[in-house]
């Protein structure tokens, strides 16, 4: 497709179950971003990827959260033993290059993740 | 405190009004600004970028940068009602493979017909 792509859309889960969210970026984007949002907070940056390396990984609340990057591709964020503060909208943002000062990143359209 | 603080609204405006959102932050290394516009439920997309001090002008939007005040601002001019969303100011420091944005928590804005 053109854009980021992101799944699911949607996602309820219930507390301490594990849970996986897929980003697809732009073919040719070698950076590839994760953030959250929640009501309130604005964008939480969680990690960053180049390639399938993570040079900054400084974002992630816990280590419950963990994320990896295969074939400077597809990114999964897994979630395990979620909690109900976990529930937030997940972006997934790419670019085109590392050292980018642009600020062009292109955002998803998130995964929203529910934890009951 | 947050390294950059914007106010969240809500703020309604009549259609053709001028528009004035903003943000101040504490990190004297951020020297990449960036306004970024997200619809409902849709993900956020570059509205202005602009680099150090100083004003960038696109259409009807105008995005100033005053680093000795730590104060950013974004100008609508002839606000319509299709510029109704949320607006996020970002910013990032200029060493290199400091790669992520930091952004404010977003001005939810409503232009009114």
């Known amino acids: 497709g053109a854009g980021v792509s992101q799944s699911p859309s949607n996602k309820v889960t219930e507390k301490g179950k594990d849970v996986e969210l897929r980003c697809d970026p732009i073919?040719?984007?070698?950076?590839l971003y994760w953030y959250r949002q929640s009501l309130g907070q604005g964008l939480e940056f969680l990690i960053y990827?180049?390639?399938?390396?993570?040079?900054?990984k400084s974002g992630l609340p816990s280590d419950r959260f963990s994320a990896e990057r295969t074939g400077g591709s597809v990114s999964t964020l897994t979630i395990q033993r979620t909690q109900q503060e976990d529930s937030a909208v997940y972006l997934c943002?790419?670019?085109?290059?590392?050292?980018?000062?642009?600020?062009?990143?292109?955002f998803g359209e998130g995964s929203r993740l529910t934890v009951l | 405190q947050k390294e950059v603080e914007q106010d969240p609204g809500p703020l309604s405006v009549p259609e053709g009004a001028i528009v004035s959102l903003n943000c101040t932050y504490s990190n004297s290394a951020f020297q990449y600004f960036m306004w970024y516009r997200q619809y409902s439920r849709k993900g956020p997309e570059l509205l202005m970028y602009t680099y150090s001090s100083g004003n960038k002008e696109d259409g009807r939007f105008t995005a100033q940068v005053d680093k000795s005040s730590k104060y950013i601002s974004l100008f609508i001019r002839d606000s319509q009602p299709s510029d109704s969303a949320t607006y996020l100011c970002?910013?990032?420091?200029?060493?290199?493979?400091?790669?992520?944005?930091?952004f404010g928590t977003g001005t939810r804005l409503t232009i009114i017909p």
């Open positions: 943002a790419s670019s085109l290059s590392y050292g980018v000062t642009t600020g062009e990143l292109f």
């Open positions: 073919s040719g984007h070698t950076a």
């Open positions: 990827f180049q390639g399938n390396s993570a040079p900054d």
């Open positions: 970002a910013m990032k420091g200029s060493n290199f493979g400091n790669e992520k944005l930091t």
